[in-house]
């Protein structure tokens, strides 16, 4: 049987993405991460969704995901989109606070 958590791991880091980059995109730890290297058996949903993340197929090394219907390049969900728009704003919000501390700050002097 094939160890998918090597797999896995072998992609991750020739993709050269940050392992903490990727665990925050799908909203885990890196613990999480290096817990999936160490599974041989990691789902095929999890692995689908790294290789979404760092851009790599892996229809080619887990034989088991050609039997899975799913689409890989699939266009981001309602939920992805959300995400992606709060962190947004969060971000807008945090360079608002830095700036008007920064004025404040001025004004003390």
């Given at each position: 049987?094939?160890?998918?958590g090597?797999?896995?791991?072998?992609?991750?880091?020739?993709?050269?993405?940050p392992?903490?980059?990727?665990?925050?995109?799908?909203?885990?730890?890196?613990?999480?991460?290096?817990?999936?290297?160490?599974?041989?058996?990691?789902?095929?949903?999890?692995?689908?969704?790294?290789?979404?993340?760092?851009?790599?197929?892996?229809?080619?090394?887990?034989?088991e995901?050609?039997?899975?219907?799913?689409?890989?390049?699939?266009?981001p969900?309602?939920?992805?989109?959300?995400?992606?728009?709060?962190?947004?704003?969060?971000?807008?919000y945090?360079?608002?606070?830095e700036?008007?501390?920064?004025?404040?700050?001025?004004?003390?002097?």
């Amino acid at each position: 049987m094939q160890n998918r958590g090597e797999i896995l791991k072998a992609a991750v880091y020739k993709s050269g993405i940050p392992i903490t980059e990727i665990a925050k995109r799908m909203g885990k730890s890196r613990r999480w991460m290096y817990l999936m290297f160490e599974n041989s058996n990691v789902s095929l949903d999890i692995v689908l969704q790294i290789g979404k993340l760092i851009h790599h197929d892996f229809t080619t090394e887990i034989k088991e995901i050609n039997s899975v219907s799913t689409v890989i390049n699939e266009p981001p969900t309602a939920y992805e989109k959300e995400v992606s728009n709060a962190d947004y704003w969060k971000d807008k919000y945090l360079k608002l606070l830095e700036e008007y501390n920064l004025l404040l700050k001025q004004k003390e002097v």
